[in-house]
Nanobody
């Protein structure tokens, strides 16, 4: 199982980024994928997840209406489209898999078993 996150960068407040998580070693459509973030000095928090077969999607309150999670099974890739970015979205973002197929909050880092390397998102003017 491998996951590789990319797409981070420096963006001004109000801007957009699309994160990608390229996966391998498993069937993406059957797998729950989560996006987490960790800001300096803070605990890792679950941002969004998508369940197997896209049955469920979840977003933390602070990103609802601004972030959209999706997957492209043909490309083995999960995306996190981030719009209207705010300085408080600054963090390292990680994607991860959970053996449980359904995306049910709360997103607990300990329940996710395989992680990609992070990608830095910085929102600043």
């Amino acid at each position: 199982v491998q996951l590789q996150a990319s797409g981070g960068g420096l963006v001004q407040p109000g801007g957009s980024l699309r994160l990608s998580c390229v996966t391998s070693g498993f069937t993406l459509d059957y797998t729950q994928i989560g996006w987490f973030r960790q800001a300096p000095g803070k605990e890792r928090e679950g941002v969004s997840c998508i369940g197997a077969g896209d049955r469920h999607k979840y977003y933390i309150d602070s990103v609802k209406g601004r972030f959209t999670i999706s997957r492209d099974n043909a490309k083995s890739t999960v995306y996190l489209q981030m719009n209207s970015l705010k300085p408080e979205d600054t963090a390292v973002y990680y994607c991860a898999t959970d053996l449980a197929p359904d995306c049910i909050p709360p997103m607990t880092p300990g329940s996710f078993d395989s992680w990609g390397q992070g990608t830095q998102v910085t929102v600043s003017s």
